[in-house]
């Protein structure tokens, strides 16, 4: 079974700034991609950023320029830099991970999820 454990979480003034990792434990093959998505107020979930184990990075328009996404391979540890936040960025941020079994089966986890308020 896959934990993926969040932190970092907070209440930040607009145009500052919060680290939020990931933590990913369990007995997997390999973390093929690892990322954030986040949930706000009445919305839907979307994505915020996913990075794979080769390094291809893919963000949502709103966080480019802004978010950066690094993970730690060794450690299976996804970070989210966010810099110059919004009042918009606020919700709930969720770890998410597409994981290999030792069998091959392919499947996704999410975690329990942080939250992140961002004031005007």
């Known amino acids: 079974q896959v934990q993926l454990v969040e932190s970092g979480g907070g209440l930040v003034q607009a145009g500052g700034s919060l680290r939020l990792s990931c933590a990913a434990s369990?007995?997997?093959?390999?973390?093929?991609?690892m990322g954030w998505y986040r949930q706000a107020p009445g919305k839907q979930r979307e994505l915020v950023a996913t990075?794979?184990?080769?390094?291809?990075?893919n963000y949502a328009d709103s966080a480019k320029g802004r978010f950066t996404i690094s993970r730690d391979n060794a450690k299976n540890i996804v970070y989210l830099q966010m810099n110059s936040l919004k009042p918009e960025d606020t919700g709930v941020y969720y770890c998410?991970?597409?994981?290999?079994?030792?069998?091959?089966?392919?499947?996704?986890?999410w975690g329990q999820g942080t939250q992140v308020t961002v004031s005007s």
């Open positions: 990075l794979s184990n080769s390094g291809t990075s």
């Open positions: 998410y991970a597409n994981a290999k079994s030792r069998t091959g089966v392919l499947r996704s986890y």
């Open positions: 369990g007995s997997i093959f390999s973390y093929n991609v």
